[in-house]
């Protein structure tokens, strides 16, 4: 018996060791370039649909992206993308993770003892035609102790970054970036260009003996590693940038009916996470390159025995494998089975059969329970974010509320997934600094725009849930309504009413839609816009501070009535105090340099950001733009030395040039010019700003005023009854209220101002 086993075994054995020779010979063929094309550029592999540019054209695909070109006067010879003139030095091609490593250069700042050193600053630019910077896999990364450092998208579209300060070298920590002396923060998705801009708020005089530069760049995640030497002077010019690479620009769905798709026999194929188009991965099972024909080939488990659970002899198959016992043996022949037993007997049969029902027995309760436990689990993890997020506080409040008034809701888990189709992709329609938005049907086919923000603080819980409170009874008609909140994930979920005709930043920058915005309507959306801030800032039971006023975040409906949105941003302001010490939130070219500069913030740097909304308007401009020359960039710089050089009409929209209506432009860019008077103090209120355009807007509406001299009185009686002139539209009693000197002229226009 000891030799009919020793046999088998020796049997068992030689399979293995002869299926690990035919793998091996099959592995050794498995090619990832087309035949009679370059395979390798120095250390690094070429696999297609990438091609070397000396090869033949049907080495790679289109467009030029494809192409490496091998710098062979190197040794070892160095691979480029495209040609080694733009200086991408590839690093490495993955057709498993669909990802091509390139090098690029670090952006640098530096000032001596004269003051800003222009010699050794260098502001970097990356432009890429097809492959998109991995969001996963890089992090945004600032060094220095006077240090803002800006990632700006070249087209003017958004921007972001970081801020690092410091007063010396020994407050730094050697690691990982903390903010003190550097400072990372992620990136978005489908990045294809940038430009990144550091500035510093004291020209390094005050860190300059050991810190005379500033320093920034984009780079592949856990690279940089922060060592306080680096202050001094970073010894890094090149940094490795992870980039994601796809085929073409259709979705699988679409791109797998065409006649140019790429995916052969044995794959399968995934939409693109970040920018277009798909990608081809072979089957699990199978092995090499999914984009040539028979690229994709059987792995052979059998002849590894780290790749299968076999005790027995294994069968390899296509895409898989399977075990059994040698004759005389009985079992299953795996490894976590039955294994092989040798002098299987027949009276053993039944006690298998019966063991095999009574596993499949246990295996239907196991699942049963499973599936109890999972929904229990759920219920309890839903329980345990409402209460995280402040849930039972909310419903307290709510409670204690005259409920006839008040129209909140706490909306359930399942009903705004419900809404959203689980949260497609198709249904975002804006995403931000504070989290995404998404359309939603409820059940009684009522849209709303839902918000799903980004992780709350914990320690902030009370604040949030009174904001939600103070938000919701906000009634304003110039303010986008909160309807609800669901707490019962991770992260809260708003629920506000649904504005169907888009951001005011689209319909002034859109050339097809600026032309409808003409004169009377932009003075109705800068005039309604001042009258929901002033509303926030001084008639709503708490003061509340918005914090990133941009025309983004003004939308219209389809009768061009502006509402105010996104207070993801937003902070209450205690009615015992007049500014607030804040981490500095908002977008450039619309923020409060006073703020930046001080980290206090009031409500004198919502006026400053609804100011450079008003030049917005009356230019047609962005507030901040690199493809303008360098001192027209910020366009509230650009607004203002037009004005002092009396050169307003030349930077004015040309829609409102043609109405003529000089004049009132002229008042209302008096208007903008006061709310960017860099000192706080001196910049008008948010009231008596809506004050002044209430009053442009009502001359712009009554254009017989311009040719009637009528005393107050006259006036007065002339719109059809007596009106106390201390009281204004929105019922707001002025009686007791003196306007700032810069104000007093539209406070009450007098008859013969033309107006």
Same mark, same amino acid.
């Given at each position: 018996?000891?030799?009919?086993?020793?046999?088998?075994?020796?049997?068992?054995?030689?399979? %293995?060791?002869?299926?690990?020779?035919?793998?091996?010979?099959?592995?050794?063929?498995?090619?990832?370039?087309?035949?009679?094309?370059?395979?390798?550029? *120095?250390?690094?592999?070429?696999?297609?649909?990438?091609?070397?540019?000396?090869?033949?054209?049907?080495?790679?695909?289109?467009?030029?992206?494809?192409?490496?070109?091998?710098?062979?006067?190197?040794?070892?010879?160095?691979?480029?993308? *495209?040609?080694?003139?733009?200086?991408?030095?590839?690093? !490495?091609?993955?057709?498993?993770?669909?990802?091509?490593?390139?090098?690029?250069?670090?952006?640098?700042?530096?000032?001596?003892?004269?003051?800003?050193?222009?010699?050794?600053?260098?502001?970097?630019?990356?432009?890429?035609?097809?492959?998109?910077?991995?969001?996963?896999?890089?992090?945004?990364?600032?060094?220095?102790?006077?240090?803002?450092?800006?990632?700006?998208?070249?087209?003017?579209?958004?921007?972001?970054?970081?801020?690092?300060?410091? !007063?010396?070298?020994?407050?730094?920590?050697?690691?990982?970036?903390?903010?003190?002396?550097?400072?990372?923060? @992620?990136?978005? +998705?489908?990045?294809?260009?940038?430009?990144?801009?550091?500035?510093?708020?004291?020209?390094?005089?005050?860190?300059?003996?050991?810190?005379?530069?500033?320093?920034?760049?984009?780079?592949? @995640?856990?690279?940089?590693?922060?060592?306080?030497?680096?202050?001094?002077?970073?010894?890094?010019?090149?940094?490795?940038?992870?980039?994601?690479?796809?085929?073409?620009?259709?979705?699988?769905?679409?791109?797998?009916?065409?006649?140019?798709?790429?995916?052969?026999? #044995?794959?399968?194929?995934?939409?693109?996470?970040?920018?277009?188009?798909?990608?081809?991965?072979?089957?699990?099972?199978?092995?090499?390159?999914?984009?040539?024909?028979?690229?994709?080939?059987?792995?052979?488990?059998?002849?590894?025995?780290?790749?299968?659970?076999?005790?027995?002899?294994?069968?390899?198959?296509?895409?898989?494998?399977?075990?059994?016992?040698?004759?005389?043996?009985?079992?299953? *022949?795996?490894?976590?089975?039955?294994?092989?037993?040798?002098?299987?007997?027949?009276?053993?049969?039944?006690?298998?059969?019966?063991?095999?029902?009574?596993?499949?027995?246990?295996?239907?309760?196991?699942?049963?329970?499973?599936?109890?436990?999972?929904?229990?689990?759920?219920?309890?993890?839903?329980?345990?974010?409402?209460?995280?997020?402040? *849930?039972?506080?909310?419903?307290?409040?709510?409670?204690?509320?005259?409920?006839? &008034?008040?129209?909140?809701?706490?909306? /359930?888990?399942?009903?705004?997934?419900?809404?959203? !189709? #689980?949260?497609?992709?198709?249904? %975002?329609?804006?995403?931000?600094?504070?989290?995404?938005?998404?359309?939603?049907?409820?059940?009684?086919?009522?849209?709303?725009?839902?918000?799903?923000?980004?992780?709350?603080?914990?320690?902030?819980?009370?604040?949030?849930?009174?904001?939600?409170?103070?938000?919701?009874?906000?009634?304003?008609?110039?303010?986008?309504?909160?309807?609800?909140?669901?707490?019962?994930?991770?992260?809260?979920?708003?629920?506000?009413?649904?504005?169907?005709?888009?951001?005011?930043?689209?319909? %002034?920058?859109? +050339?097809?839609?600026?032309?409808?915005?003409?004169?009377?309507?932009?003075?109705?959306?800068?005039?309604?816009?001042?009258?929901?801030?002033?509303?926030?800032?001084?008639?709503?039971?708490?003061?509340?501070?918005?914090?990133?006023?941009?025309?983004?975040?003004?939308?219209?409906?389809?009768?061009?009535?502006?509402?105010?949105?996104?207070?993801?941003?937003?902070?209450?302001?205690?009615?015992?105090?007049?500014?607030? @010490?804040?981490?500095?939130?908002?977008?450039? /070219?619309?923020?409060?340099?006073?703020?930046?500069? &001080?980290?206090?913030?009031?409500?004198?740097?919502?006026?400053?950001?609804?100011?450079?909304?008003?030049?917005?308007?009356?230019?047609?401009?962005?507030?901040?733009?690199?493809?303008?020359?360098?001192?027209?960039?910020?366009?509230?710089?650009?607004?203002?030395?037009?004005?002092?050089?009396?050169?307003?009409?030349?930077?004015?929209?040309?829609?409102?040039?043609?109405?003529? #209506?000089?004049?009132?432009? +002229?008042?209302?860019? !008096?208007?903008?010019?006061?709310?960017?008077?860099?000192?706080?103090?001196? +910049?008008?209120?948010?009231?008596?700003?809506?004050?002044?355009?209430?009053?442009?807007?009502?001359?712009?509406?009554?254009?017989?005023?311009?040719?009637?001299?009528?005393? /107050?009185?006259?006036?007065?009686?002339?719109?059809?009854?007596?009106?106390?002139? &201390?009281?204004?539209?929105?019922?707001?009693?002025?009686?007791?209220?003196?306007?700032?000197?810069?104000?007093?002229?539209?406070?009450?226009?007098?008859?013969?101002? /033309?107006?």
């Amino acid at each position: 018996m000891f030799i009919h086993e020793l046999l088998s075994q020796v049997v068992v054995l030689g399979t %293995i060791v002869l299926s690990a020779y035919h793998v091996l010979i099959a592995e050794a063929h498995v090619s990832m370039t087309k035949p009679g094309c370059r395979s390798t550029c *120095g250390n690094i592999s070429i696999p297609y649909p990438f091609g070397s540019s000396d090869s033949d054209p049907h080495c790679r695909i289109r467009p030029s992206s494809f192409t490496v070109d091998c710098d062979d006067s190197a040794s070892p010879s160095v691979p480029y993308t *495209g040609n080694k003139s733009e200086d991408f030095r590839i690093l !490495n091609i993955s057709l498993e993770d669909h990802e091509i490593w390139v090098t690029m250069y670090t952006a640098q700042d530096c000032y001596n003892r004269t003051g800003y050193d222009a010699k050794s600053s260098d502001f970097i630019t990356l432009t890429l035609a097809r492959f998109p910077i991995s969001n996963t896999k890089n992090k945004f990364t600032a060094i220095g102790c006077d240090t803002v450092a800006s990632f700006l998208d070249r087209h003017g579209n958004f921007s972001f970054g970081c801020m690092s300060t410091c !007063n010396d070298i020994s407050e730094v920590t050697n690691g990982s970036c903390s903010g003190i002396g550097c400072c990372e923060t @992620s990136i978005p +998705r489908g990045l294809y260009n940038y430009n990144i801009s550091i500035d510093s708020f004291s020209d390094h005089a005050k860190v300059l003996d050991f810190n005379p530069c500033s320093y920034a760049f984009v780079a592949m @995640s856990g690279f940089y590693n922060f060592s306080s030497g680096d202050l001094s002077g970073l010894e890094l010019e090149e940094v490795p940038i992870v980039l994601n690479w796809a085929i073409g620009n259709k979705k699988c769905e679409v791109a797998n009916k065409s006649s140019n798709y790429m995916c052969t026999e #044995n794959t399968r194929c995934t939409d693109a996470e970040n920018g277009s188009g798909y990608k081809c991965t072979c089957l699990d099972g199978f092995h090499g390159n999914p984009y040539l024909t028979d690229g994709c080939q059987d792995i052979d488990e059998c002849a590894d025995p780290n790749k299968n659970q076999c005790t027995g002899i294994c069968h390899n198959f296509d895409g898989s494998y399977n075990c059994s016992c040698p004759k005389g043996y009985y079992g299953d *022949g795996w490894k976590h089975g039955q294994g092989c037993t040798a002098n299987a007997k027949p009276s053993h049969l039944m006690q298998i059969l019966g063991a095999g029902v009574g596993i499949i027995v246990l295996l239907f309760s196991v699942g049963f329970l499973y599936l109890g436990i999972k929904k229990r689990k759920l219920i309890t993890l839903k329980e345990k974010y409402f209460k995280q997020n402040g *849930g039972l506080l909310l419903q307290q409040q709510l409670h204690e509320r005259d409920r006839t &008034t008040n129209t909140m809701k706490i909306f /359930g888990a399942e009903e705004l997934e419900k809404a959203t !189709n #689980n949260y497609d992709e198709n249904k %975002i329609i804006g995403r931000g600094g504070y989290g995404t938005v998404y359309k939603g049907l409820l059940p009684n086919d009522m849209v709303v725009a839902i918000k799903k923000s980004k992780l709350v603080d914990k320690t902030q819980i009370d604040q949030f849930v009174n904001e939600v409170i103070v938000l919701s009874q906000i009634n304003h008609r110039n303010v986008v309504k909160l309807l609800g909140c669901c707490l019962e994930t991770e992260v809260p979920l708003l629920v506000y009413e649904f504005v169907n005709n888009g951001t005011l930043f689209d319909h %002034i920058h859109n +050339r097809n839609k600026s032309f409808k915005m003409s004169w009377g309507t932009r003075l109705r959306i800068a005039s309604d816009t001042a009258g929901a801030l002033s509303y926030l800032h001084s008639a709503a039971s708490i003061p509340i501070i918005h914090r990133d006023i941009k025309s983004t975040n003004i939308l219209l409906d389809d009768n061009y009535i502006a509402k105010v949105s996104d207070f993801g941003a937003s902070r209450l302001v205690p009615l015992d105090q007049t500014q607030l @010490s804040t981490l500095v939130l908002g977008t450039l /070219g619309y923020l409060d340099p006073e703020y930046l500069h &001080t980290n206090q913030l009031t409500e004198k740097s919502d006026v400053y950001s609804f100011g450079v909304v008003l030049v917005e308007l009356i230019t047609g401009k962005k507030a901040l733009s690199f493809d303008r020359p360098e001192k027209e960039r910020s366009l509230a710089m650009h607004f203002l030395l037009s004005l002092k050089n009396n050169q307003l009409f030349e930077i004015v929209d040309e829609v409102i040039a043609r109405e003529g #209506n000089n004049e009132q432009v +002229r008042e209302f860019a !008096n208007v903008a010019k006061k709310c960017l008077i860099v000192k706080g103090e001196e +910049r008008p209120t948010m009231k008596e700003v809506a004050i002044e355009l209430e009053g442009l807007k009502a001359s712009s509406n009554h254009p017989w005023m311009h040719s009637v001299d009528l005393n /107050g009185e006259e006036a007065i009686h002339l719109l059809g009854e007596t009106i106390d002139p &201390t009281v204004y539209m929105d019922g707001t009693d002025t009686t007791n209220t003196e306007p700032s000197d810069s104000m007093k002229s539209h406070v009450m226009p007098p008859v013969n101002s /033309g107006r």
